[in-house]
Protein backbone atom coordinates (compact mmCIF):
# COMPACT_ATOMS: atom_id res chain seq x y z
CA UNK A 1 0.00 0.00 0.00
CA UNK A 2 2.44 2.73 0.87
CA UNK A 3 4.63 1.95 -2.22
CA UNK A 4 1.71 2.58 -4.50
CA UNK A 5 1.01 5.99 -2.71
CA UNK A 6 4.43 6.82 -3.05
CA UNK A 7 4.09 5.62 -6.86
CA UNK A 8 0.80 8.27 -6.99
CA UNK A 9 2.26 10.99 -5.30
CA UNK A 10 5.79 11.10 -7.82
CA UNK A 11 3.45 11.15 -10.27
CA UNK A 12 1.04 13.98 -8.94
CA UNK A 13 4.10 15.48 -8.11
CA UNK A 14 7.25 14.36 -9.95
CA UNK A 15 10.39 15.08 -7.92
CA UNK A 16 13.02 17.81 -9.43
CA UNK A 17 16.85 18.05 -9.62
CA UNK A 18 18.65 18.57 -6.73
CA UNK A 19 21.00 20.40 -8.59
CA UNK A 20 19.10 23.03 -10.84
CA UNK A 21 15.79 22.03 -9.77
CA UNK A 22 14.24 20.91 -13.29
CA UNK A 23 11.42 19.16 -12.69
CA UNK A 24 11.40 15.05 -13.48
CA UNK A 25 13.89 13.04 -11.50
CA UNK A 26 15.87 13.77 -8.38
CA UNK A 27 18.87 14.05 -10.73
CA UNK A 28 18.73 15.16 -15.01
CA UNK A 29 20.51 13.87 -17.28
CA UNK A 30 22.85 17.36 -17.52
CA UNK A 31 23.66 17.33 -13.86
CA UNK A 32 24.35 13.54 -13.40
CA UNK A 33 26.94 14.24 -16.47
CA UNK A 34 29.75 15.15 -14.19
CA UNK A 35 29.23 11.55 -12.20
CA UNK A 36 29.67 10.03 -15.29
CA UNK A 37 33.25 10.92 -15.80
CA UNK A 38 36.26 7.97 -15.68
CA UNK A 39 37.24 7.61 -12.04
CA UNK A 40 40.33 9.64 -10.91
CA UNK A 41 42.63 7.61 -8.72
CA UNK A 42 45.58 9.40 -6.89
CA UNK A 43 48.19 7.41 -5.02
CA UNK A 44 49.92 8.04 -2.10
CA UNK A 45 51.70 5.02 -1.08
CA UNK A 46 51.82 1.50 -2.61
CA UNK A 47 48.34 -0.11 -1.65
CA UNK A 48 46.97 3.20 -0.29
CA UNK A 49 45.26 5.09 -2.83
CA UNK A 50 42.40 7.91 -3.48
CA UNK A 51 39.45 7.34 -5.60
CA UNK A 52 37.22 10.43 -6.88
CA UNK A 53 34.21 10.27 -9.22
CA UNK A 54 33.79 13.80 -9.54
CA UNK A 55 35.88 16.91 -8.22
CA UNK A 56 33.38 19.08 -6.07
CA UNK A 57 31.68 21.67 -7.22
CA UNK A 58 28.59 23.51 -7.98
CA UNK A 59 27.13 20.42 -9.70
CA UNK A 60 27.89 18.06 -6.53
CA UNK A 61 27.82 20.27 -3.58
CA UNK A 62 23.82 20.33 -3.87
CA UNK A 63 23.76 16.38 -3.29
CA UNK A 64 26.28 16.02 -0.88
CA UNK A 65 24.56 18.99 1.10
CA UNK A 66 20.79 17.16 0.95
CA UNK A 67 22.60 13.90 1.44
CA UNK A 68 24.34 15.36 4.30
CA UNK A 69 21.47 17.81 6.08
CA UNK A 70 18.20 17.10 4.80
CA UNK A 71 18.88 12.81 5.23
CA UNK A 72 17.46 12.47 1.67
CA UNK A 73 17.94 9.05 0.90
CA UNK A 74 17.79 9.33 -2.74
CA UNK A 75 21.30 11.77 -2.22
CA UNK A 76 22.54 9.15 0.24
CA UNK A 77 22.31 6.25 -2.29
CA UNK A 78 23.48 7.84 -5.55
CA UNK A 79 26.56 8.58 -3.25
CA UNK A 80 27.15 4.96 -2.04
CA UNK A 81 26.45 3.75 -5.51
CA UNK A 82 29.40 6.29 -6.14
CA UNK A 83 31.48 4.30 -3.66
CA UNK A 84 30.48 1.12 -5.49
CA UNK A 85 31.96 1.96 -8.93
CA UNK A 86 35.19 3.18 -7.39
CA UNK A 87 35.40 -0.20 -5.18
CA UNK A 88 34.64 -2.13 -8.27
CA UNK A 89 37.71 -0.17 -10.12
CA UNK A 90 40.07 -1.15 -7.27
CA UNK A 91 38.42 -4.82 -7.31
CA UNK A 92 39.84 -4.72 -11.49
CA UNK A 93 42.98 -3.37 -11.36
CA UNK A 94 43.80 -5.53 -7.70
CA UNK A 95 43.64 -8.76 -6.06
CA UNK A 96 42.51 -7.62 -2.64
CA UNK A 97 40.45 -9.66 -0.64
CA UNK A 98 39.10 -6.76 1.58
CA UNK A 99 38.92 -3.26 0.74
CA UNK A 100 39.24 -0.36 3.58
CA UNK A 101 37.96 2.66 3.23
CA UNK A 102 38.52 5.89 5.80
CA UNK A 103 35.90 8.05 5.62
CA UNK A 104 36.13 11.80 6.95
CA UNK A 105 34.24 12.16 10.19
CA UNK A 106 32.11 14.71 10.82
CA UNK A 107 31.59 16.95 14.07
CA UNK A 108 29.77 15.59 16.76
CA UNK A 109 27.87 18.48 17.31
CA UNK A 110 26.77 18.35 13.92
CA UNK A 111 25.66 14.92 14.36
CA UNK A 112 23.79 15.76 17.43
CA UNK A 113 22.05 18.79 15.51
CA UNK A 114 20.92 16.56 12.65
CA UNK A 115 19.97 13.80 14.91
CA UNK A 116 21.73 11.26 12.37
CA UNK A 117 24.75 10.59 11.13
CA UNK A 118 24.60 10.85 7.06
CA UNK A 119 27.95 9.22 6.84
CA UNK A 120 26.91 5.87 8.63
CA UNK A 121 23.93 5.72 6.59
CA UNK A 122 25.73 5.97 3.59
CA UNK A 123 28.38 3.95 4.20
CA UNK A 124 25.29 1.01 5.49
CA UNK A 125 24.00 1.60 1.88
CA UNK A 126 27.74 1.23 0.19
CA UNK A 127 28.14 -2.48 2.47
CA UNK A 128 24.74 -3.20 1.23
CA UNK A 129 26.02 -2.71 -2.43
CA UNK A 130 29.31 -5.13 -2.37
CA UNK A 131 30.85 -7.13 -0.12
CA UNK A 132 34.32 -7.34 1.47
CA UNK A 133 34.12 -3.86 2.48
CA UNK A 134 35.68 -2.35 5.58
CA UNK A 135 35.07 1.36 7.10
CA UNK A 136 37.63 1.95 9.64
CA UNK A 137 37.24 5.31 11.58
CA UNK A 138 41.23 6.34 11.50
CA UNK A 139 41.04 9.84 10.95
CA UNK A 140 39.83 12.59 14.30
CA UNK A 141 39.06 15.23 14.71
CA UNK A 142 41.81 17.61 16.03
CA UNK A 143 41.18 21.19 15.67
CA UNK A 144 37.87 23.32 15.39
CA UNK A 145 36.33 23.02 11.73
CA UNK A 146 34.03 25.76 10.56
CA UNK A 147 31.06 24.81 8.78
CA UNK A 148 31.92 23.64 5.21
CA UNK A 149 28.21 24.72 3.77
CA UNK A 150 29.28 27.88 1.99
CA UNK A 151 33.06 27.32 1.22
CA UNK A 152 34.52 27.39 -2.03
CA UNK A 153 36.53 24.43 -2.85
CA UNK A 154 39.98 26.30 -1.79
CA UNK A 155 38.22 27.42 1.69
CA UNK A 156 37.74 23.73 2.06
CA UNK A 157 41.49 22.82 1.93
CA UNK A 158 42.11 25.46 4.34
CA UNK A 159 39.58 24.81 6.96
CA UNK A 160 40.62 20.98 6.87
CA UNK A 161 44.53 21.21 6.57
CA UNK A 162 46.10 19.76 9.63
CA UNK A 163 42.60 19.24 10.71
CA UNK A 164 42.63 15.19 11.30
CA UNK A 165 44.96 13.40 13.03
CA UNK A 166 44.94 9.02 12.47
CA UNK A 167 44.78 6.46 15.04
CA UNK A 168 47.74 5.00 15.06
CA UNK A 169 46.27 2.29 17.96
CA UNK A 170 43.70 1.27 15.43
CA UNK A 171 46.23 1.18 12.04
CA UNK A 172 48.26 -1.04 13.79
CA UNK A 173 45.77 -3.27 14.39
CA UNK A 174 44.66 -3.26 10.95
CA UNK A 175 48.18 -3.72 9.67
CA UNK A 176 49.28 -6.15 11.61
Given at each position: ????????????????????????SKLCLKCKAPWNL????????????????????EKVNPIILVAKESNDLFA?????????????????????????????PSRKSNERRRGYSHLKQILSFTQNLTSNVEFLPLLKIIKPIIDQTSLSAKARI????????????LLRKYLS
Open positions: MFWNLSALNSLLFPPNCLVCNSPGPITKVWFQPKISLLYQVEYGQKFLAECFVKSIKLLRTENDFEKIFMVPITNLQNAYNCDQK
